[in-house]
């Protein structure tokens, strides 16, 4: 890859809600050097609110003008490690023209058995397990097809740094 290019600067992290991108962003970006921003979070500063409460009083459709919204911010950074929401890559078709894009792989059950009451409360579109299950299988397809690297999030931290420094790097 040529070192101008955004596939160099920029690494997006997509997957399922509650694969664990913003602590793998922050894991990478210790090895890495790289600053790690999160979509969820640019769109919680500028907005002012959670997302939890975006959805609640403006509801999901707003949310989604809101993140496409952020892709201006996300073409301004480079040498960064970018964490997105789950629908990022769902709603935004183009995302493998912002950077290297890693899809976080895991089966549906791990996320499930990682996350705590905190992990559900905060994400309205896993309030309902059945509901998430399948949105998962509607999107698994999606992550795969718009990204460059596959990365199984299922490893230790240790195995998934190395998977990705060697995709990104060799
Ligand atoms: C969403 C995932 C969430 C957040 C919002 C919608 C989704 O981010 O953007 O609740 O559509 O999958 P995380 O993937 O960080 O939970």
Redesign the pocket.
Same mark, same amino acid.
């Given at each position: 890859m040529e070192s101008s290019s955004p596939l160099n600067n920029r690494i997006i992290l997509t997957g !399922?809600? @509650?694969c664990g991108?913003?602590y793998f962003s922050k894991k990478l970006s210790e090895h890495i050097v790289f600053n790690s921003y999160d979509?969820?979070s640019m769109i919680e500063a500028k907005s002012d609110k959670r997302?939890k409460e975006i !959805?609640a009083t403006e509801g999901e459709e707003a !949310?989604r003008a809101l993140?496409k919204d952020i892709v201006q911010d996300i073409i301004t950074l480079d040498n960064v490690i970018i964490?997105t @929401?789950?629908?990022f890559p769902?709603y935004y078709d183009d995302i493998c023209s912002l950077g290297s894009v890693i899809y976080m792989d895991i089966p549906f059950d791990d996320i499930v058995a990682r996350m705590n009451k905190r992990d559900f409360i905060q994400?309205?579109?896993f309030l309902e397990l059945d509901k998430a299950r399948e949105l998962y299988e509607t999107r698994k397809a999606i992550y795969k097809e718009r990204s460059h690297f596959q990365l199984d999030a299922s490893q230790n931290i240790h195995a998934m740094v190395h998977d990705t420094v060697e995709f990104l790097f060799d």
């Open positions: !399922f809600m @509650g991108k913003s979509t969820d997302v !959805f !949310f993140e964490a @929401g789950g629908g769902i994400r309205p579109l």
